[in-house]
C-alpha cells in the first residue's frame, strides 16, 4: 500500500523553497502546519545545530513548542518539519535518519547554487530503519 500525498499548498511551498535560497549555503529548516496531510503554512525556524549549518540542522526544543503553539493558534496541527540540502540531493542523509520521529512528514528540498529545486517528502517507518518517500502535491493556496 502506497503512502498518502503530502499536499502543500502554494504559498507554504514557496516559503520552504524562498527560505532555502535565503539560508544557502547553509541548511534551513522550519516546521509544516496544517491538518491532514495538507500543508497550510510553512513556519521557518532558527537552525540552531553546534555542527555547523552547512551540513546540519537542528530544531531546539523552544522551537519545537513554538511550532506546536502556532500549529494550535491555527487550529491546526504539526504535519512535520522541512529542511534544505545545500548542493545535495532532497534525500534523507543518515542524519536525518538518526534524528527523525515516526508520524511526521520530513520535507526535503535540494538548493543547488542557491536555486531551490526538487522537493521531496519522507515518513520514518516505525521501526526507525528507513525512510520512505511519500508523493507530494502542490496546490493553489486557499483550494
Not at 491546526?76 to 511526521?104: K, V
Request: proline share 7%.
Amino acid at each position: 500500500m502506497g503512502l498518502q500525498a503530502l499536499v502543500i499548498q502554494a504559498d507554504a511551498d514557496t516559503g520552504i523553497r524562498r527560505h532555502g535560497r535565503d539560508a544557502y549555503p547553509h541548511e534551513c529548516c522550519g516546521a509544516l502546519i496544517g491538518r491532514d496531510h495538507v500543508v497550510t503554512e510553512a513556519l521557518a525556524l532558527p537552525n540552531s545545530t553546534d555542527e555547523g549549518p552547512r551540513r546540519r540542522f537542528l530544531v531546539r526544543p523552544v522551537d519545537y513548542l513554538a511550532a506546536e503553539r502556532r500549529a494550535a493558534a491555527l487550529e491546526a496541527e504539526l504535519i512535520g518539519f522541512y529542511h534544505s540540502h545545500p548542493d545535495s540531493p532532497a534525500r534523507p542523509s543518515r542524519y536525518d535518519l538518526d534524528h527523525a520521529w515516526p508520524t511526521f512528514a520530513y520535507v526535503i528540498v535540494a538548493v543547488e547554487r542557491a536555486l531551490p529545486g526538487a522537493l521531496t517528502s519522507w515518513r520514518l517507518r516505525e521501526d526507525r530503519s528507513t525512510f520512505d518517500e511519500e508523493p507530494v502535491t502542490v496546490r493553489a493556496s486557499g483550494q
